[in-house]
């Protein structure tokens, strides 16, 4: 893409998200949000989802994004299913937390 061929350089990321595991793509979207690309962050954690909708995980870091995006309400949906879901009673106080101040 920093060649100028944005092209040839979306055919090879979208072969590569194809193939890529949960933690490979949830590695990719919090690059993205990193980097200020919030849109194609939700995308490729609404990709994750779609790929893996038993894992909690990918429900959580897509409700990260949307609260980062400001989407208060979308976080909130998110975030809630992430709670749902998960057994692990740390991150569900993390996520209590996170629905406490979206909500509060």
């Given at each position: 893409?920093?060649?100028g061929k944005?092209?040839e350089a ?90 406490s101040q979206?909500?509060?």
């Open positions: 893409a920093r060649q944005q092209k979306e055919e090879i990321m979208a072969g590569a998200l194809d193939s890529a595991t949960e933690a490979q793509l949830n590695a990719y979207g919090y690059q993205l949000m990193n980097g200020g690309e919030i849109d194609k962050a939700i995308a490729a954690f609404q990709a994750n989802a779609d790929k893996h909708p038993d894992s909690w995980n990918v429900y959580d870091s897509l409700a990260e994004a949307y609260m980062t995006r400001g989407d208060t309400k979308k976080a909130i949906e998110f975030y809630k299913k992430a709670l749902s879901m998960t057994t692990d009673e740390a991150q569900k106080g993390r996520i209590r937390g996170q629905l979206l909500e509060g």
